[in-house]
């Protein structure tokens, strides 16, 4: 069992920043992938970013050179910090948890609210 605690959201304008935190508590695998993926009303479910506990990072071509992923394996907390934020970004980001010996263990946080706007 793994909990997840996120923090950092909130509204921002164009062109701003945010920073946000998930903190990993409970049976954590050393193993594991911790990422952040973002849902806007009316549209799926999207990753926004991933990164391994050995540091290996992914990100799709709509934050690349925007957002940075970084995580402290002693603390067990994923960082994405969101530079450069558009409309757009606006969504529900939502902290995931999954470790790389198996699939089954995957967990979520209850998400953190992101909007951009003037």
């Known amino acids: 069992q793994v909990q997840l605690v996120e923090s950092g959201g909130g509204l921002v304008q164009p062109g701003g920043s945010l920073r946000l935190s998930c903190a990993a508590s409970?049976?954590?695998?050393?193993?594991?992938?911790m990422a952040w993926y973002r849902q806007a009303p009316g549209k799926q479910r999207e990753l926004v970013a991933s990164?391994?506990?050995?540091?290996?990072?992914n990100y799709p071509d709509s934050v690349k050179g925007r957002f940075t992923i970084s995580r402290d394996n002693a603390k067990n907390t994923v960082y994405l910090q969101m530079n450069s934020l558009k409309p757009e970004d606006t969504a529900v980001y939502t902290c995931?948890?999954?470790?790389?010996?198996?699939?089954?263990?995957?967990?979520w946080g209850q998400g953190t609210q992101v909007t951009v706007s003037s």
């Open positions: 990164i391994t506990s050995s540091g290996r990072i």
């Open positions: 409970g049976s954590i695998f050393a193993s594991n992938i």
């Open positions: 995931n948890w999954r470790a790389q010996v198996s699939a089954s263990h995957n967990y």
